[in-house]
Each structure stands twice: as structure tokens, then as C-alpha cells.
């Protein structure tokens, strides 16, 4: 069974760009989450997106926002990149919330992106 | 507000060597917590679900334990493969689609 894959995987942008980000899920996870990386901060929860809904959201600026497809393929994208922004963004899925359990989220390798 | 710390932020281990790893947490209704194992440039590695007090989960050379208020993951005879980050993370019933993660510690097993 395939993981969950992120494309690209390195990006280099400068100043005042704006950056997309896309993450296809396991086949047959409907719940689709976003994490940035960086040293200082480890990792910290963006959004997460189920049935194309929005369904929490993070600390994080406006300039991040996300949404999700039909097939469950997610996109974050990043506007006015600053300097700050450079992480390794993450994305993870699971099949979805249960009432009664928690799923298991399974991390993607990963997006390197480096704002100059 | 919800919170993970984990200890020691590096450990440093001779071949064969066991220890354990601190997780502590504080959550307005634990719905679960799992142990990551992270590699340097890559995306982290799904180990362990603990849902309970009392819990304990095993794989190869790694065992996790629950308590109420914090987890271990105890290393026995570790090797130089198992050098890596380990991640504890933890999520809440009021934020079940969020995961709250630790700083990590970051492991290296020496030969």
C-alpha cells in the first residue's frame, strides 16, 4: 500500500511569494492534517481538512490556508512568504476521527522549503 | 492548556546499552498518545498508539508505557540503527484532529 507522498519535495522561494503544497493521502484516508517543522519550534498542527471541510485549525497567520479535494488530496498554500516561513511542512493521514478511538496519523516525507 | 515535554532532549547510548525515554503530558481528556520515530530530512515514522492508563505496547527492541500522566519508551540492547529522534504527541478530546507534539529526543547508539 502506498504512503503518503508530498510533492515537491524541495522548493526554494524568495520574499513576497506565494508557495502550494500538495499531499495525497494513504488510499482510503479521508482525514488529511498539516504540520510545519523547524528547529526552534518542532513540530506544530496547521489545519486539518475531512471530507473537504476544515475542521481545526492552528496558531498560525492567514497567509496559511489549506483546502481538500473529493479524493481526499490535500493542497496548503502560503501567501507573502517571509523568512520565518522556510520548515519542513509535513502532512499526515488517518483514516478518519472515531468516536470511541483515535486513528493512527502516517506523515508523508515532507516538503523542504526554504524562503531567501 | 494542553502540553508535552519530553526528556532528555539527547541521550547518547553505547551499543547493548538500555535506557528509557520521558514523556510527560498535560491534556484535557487524553484521547490517545503515540511515540514517532524521526530520521534526519525524512517525514516521522508511526510506533505506538497508547490510549490507557496502564497500557504497554512492544516492537523489537522498543516497549511503551502509559500512565496518567506521562509515558516511557524503554529502549533494551538498543543498536546504531535505532540512533534517530524520537516524537511523543498527544491528542485531546477537545482537539481530536490535532496532534500535540514534544520537543523529541534525539538518540545516538554508538557501536
Known amino acids: 500500500k502506498a504512503g503518503v507522498t508530498q510533492t515537491p519535495r524541495y522548493l526554494i522561494k524568495t520574499r513576497g511569494q506565494q508557495v502550494t503544497l500538495s499531499c495525497s493521502p494513504i488510499s482510503g484516508h479521508r482525514s488529511v492534517s498539516w504540520y510545519q517543522q523547524t528547529p526552534g519550534q518542532g513540530l506544530q498542527f496547521l489545519f486539518e481538512?475531512?471530507?473537504?471541510?476544515?475542521?481545526n485549525k492552528g496558531n498560525f497567520p492567514g497567509r496559511f490556508s489549506g483546502r481538500q479535494f473529493s479524493n481526499s488530496r490535500s493542497e496548503m498554500n502560503v501567501s507573502t512568504l517571509e523568512l520565518g516561513d522556510s520548515a519542513l511542512y509535513l502532512c499526515?493521514?488517518?483514516?478518519?476521527?472515531?468516536?470511541?478511538?483515535?486513528?493512527?496519523?502516517?506523515f508523508g516525507p515532507g516538503t523542504r522549503l526554504t524562503v531567501l | 492548556e494542553d502540553q508535552v515535554t519530553q526528556s532528555p532532549e539527547a541521550l547518547r547510548l553505547q551499543e547493548g546499552e538500555s535506557s528509557s525515554l520521558n514523556c510527560s503530558y498535560t491534556?484535557?481528556?487524553?484521547?490517545?498518545l503515540f511515540w514517532y520515530r524521526q530520521d534526519p530530512g525524512k517525514g516521522p515514522e508511526f510506533l505506538f498508539t497508547?490510549?490507557?492508563a496502564g497500557e504497554e505496547k512492544e516492537k523489537e527492541r522498543l516497549k511503551a508505557t502509559l500512565t496518567k500522566k506521562e509515558s516511557f519508551l524503554h529502549i533494551t540492547a538498543p543498536k546504531p540503527e535505532d540512533s534517530a529522534t524520537y516524537l511523543c504527541?498527544?491528542?485531546?478530546?477537545?482537539?481530536?484532529?490535532?496532534?500535540?507534539f514534544g520537543q523529541g529526543t534525539t538518540l545516538q547508539v554508538k557501536p
Open positions: 497508547l490510549y490507557s
Open positions: 504527541a498527544v491528542v485531546s478530546s477537545s482537539n481530536t484532529g490535532k496532534l500535540i
Open positions: 499526515a493521514s488517518s483514516l478518519s476521527p472515531g468516536k470511541s478511538s483515535y486513528n493512527e496519523q502516517f
Open positions: 481538512y475531512f471530507s473537504e471541510t476544515q475542521r
Open positions: 491534556v484535557s481528556g487524553l484521547r490517545g
